[in-house]
């Protein structure tokens, strides 16, 4: 069975955790879109792992990841990653394989990044500065440099030259030497190259084989290019649509879908999140959740629940279930809200708009139920989960529309509450 994990909320809603809980199940872990702008975060036996770009299965002897054609590979960050990676004796040795089809980031898109940050001013998305808009721009724009194409340095020299004049005419400064960028990605381009091939036909051999792929997302569903909060959103499509495109597999080799819901919401960056907190409770969220970028170290905007969010999420990635994250943070809380609908214009709307000036003059429409006030850190049933949380996660199942096949009750893989095995995988 092959399943896809993806983010229905706004990203970082503990995707990491759950890719690495259910990875035993698989052979396989493959990204399928964004690129080191995800920070995944994998707790094991007291180290924290922050997973960019390998996928977070690789914490797993013998578990192959793939990194497909839909990703864009900084090299520089990619071999980072490697040798942290080694530095906890966790080897990546032959378990790799890239996409000769996944384009590059190369230095002259993180310059891009930032100057297209500053040139829109107050209306700046707060990018991860990781040159991923512009990468996807040129792939777009049809003068994206592949990882297959670093094997033809002539061609490759002429591409890089144009482009890395394209930048320095716009941003002016110091020019960018387009000779030391072309240096530079062939040194990188030599020690990827053994993990350089197809792997549309990679993943076709090893399902044929009956190999099992977790399909990984990154970012999350409100931040997916196409149906996100346009323009505050990533240059991809991070939805479950992503795993076709992004891995050059067919519709049907998606069994399952499932998607990672926080408790609560968070966002980072700009742009709409309509169930935001001000003051000290949005303190209070931050602080107990560590509220605080993977990837950028930034505080991350807190909010309630917002069932709108996750039920459009359900319908855009057909979800099977939810992984429902960070129960454990709202502990403390009197009470808890629950939005399950926008005021707008005099009536309450239940579905997410398009138009985000529409969505500006919207108020969240709230349940408010009551808190538990006892610590949920670690358990491990259903059962022992107080009366309150219970009840909580029903209403928030009801309102969402989706069942929360996993209730996760702290960073830890055993920090976990398989609720309906069946539904998901069966337990490792
Ligand atoms: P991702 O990008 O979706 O993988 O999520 P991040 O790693 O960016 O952020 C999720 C954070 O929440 C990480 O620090 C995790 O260790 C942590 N986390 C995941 N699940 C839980 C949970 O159930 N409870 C608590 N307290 N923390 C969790
Ligand atoms: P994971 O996989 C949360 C946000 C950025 C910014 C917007 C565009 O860890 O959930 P980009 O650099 O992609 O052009 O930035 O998207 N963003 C994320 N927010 N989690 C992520 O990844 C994100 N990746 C990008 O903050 O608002
Ligand atoms: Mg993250």
Redesign the pocket.
């Known amino acids: 069975m092959n399943l896809a994990v993806v ?1 229905a909320q706004w ?7 759950i890719v690495d809980l259910l990875t035993p199940h698989f052979s396989i872990v493959a990204r399928y879109q964004g690129g080191h702008n ?4 994998v ?1 094991v036996g007291g180290t924290r792992f922050i997973l960019h770009l390998i996928p977070s299965g690789i914490l797993h002897p013998g578990i192959t990841c793939v990194i497909g054609n839909g990703v864009v590979v900084d090299p520089k960050a990619l071999f980072e990653e490697i040798e942290t990676l080694a530095r906890h004796a966790i080897a990546v040795g032959d378990r790799l394989r890239i996409s000769d089809r996944a384009h590059v980031i190369l230095p002259y898109h993180r310059d891009l990044d930032l100057f297209s940050e500053t040139r829109r001013g107050d209306r700046s998305i707060g990018t991860t500065s990781r040159g991923i808009g512009p990468a996807y721009e040129d792939k777009i724009g049809r003068r994206g440099i592949r990882v297959g194409d670093l094997n033809d340095p002539s061609a490759l020299g002429a591409e890089i030259r144009d482009n890395v004049q394209a930048r320095n005419r716009l941003i002016g400064g110091e020019a960018l030497d387009w000779k030391l960028v072309l240096d530079d990605v062939l040194q990188y381009a030599e020690r990827m190259r053994g993990w350089v091939c197809d792997t549309s036909l990679f993943l076709a051999h090893a399902m044929a084989q009956g190999g099992a792929v977790l399909f990984e997302g990154a970012q999350g569903t409100m931040l997916d290019i196409d149906h996100g909060t346009y323009p505050f959103v990533t240059s991809s499509n991070s939805t479950a649509g992503g795993v076709c495109t992004g891995l050059g597999v067919g519709p049907r080799a998606i069994d399952r879908v499932l998607g ?1 819901a926080k408790a609560y919401t968070t966002r980072v960056g700009s742009g709409p999140l309509p169930t935001e907190l001000s003051g000290a409770l949005a303190e209070r969220l931050r602080e107990s ?2 509220e605080y970028g ?1 990837s950028t170290g930034r505080p991350r905007r807190c909010g309630w629940y917002d069932a709108v969010t996750v039920r459009y999420a359900a319908r855009i990635n057909g979800l099977d279930a939810l992984a429902l ?5 709202l502990d403390d809380l009197d009470e808890i809200r629950i939005c399950t609908g926008y005021r707008c214009r005099g009536g309450v709307i239940e579905e997410f708009p398009a138009d985000l000036s529409l969505l500006a003059g919207c108020e969240p429409v709230y349940e408010t139920m009551p808190g538990w006030k006892r610590s949920t850190r670690g358990v491990r049933s259903l059962a022992d989960l107080p009366r309150e949380a219970r009840a909580y996660i029903a209403r928030l199942e009801e309102a969402s529309r989706v069942r929360a096949a996993i209730v ?4 830890d893989r055993d ?1 976990t509450i398989f609720a309906d095995d069946g539904m998901i995988v069966s337990r490792p």
Not at 11 to 17: A, N, Q, Y
Not at 38 to 41: D, S
């Open positions: 983010g990203g970082d809603e503990g995707k990491g955790k995800a920070g995944h975060t707790l990672v959740g560590q993977a994250t960070k129960l454990d943070v996760s009750t702290g960073s920090d």
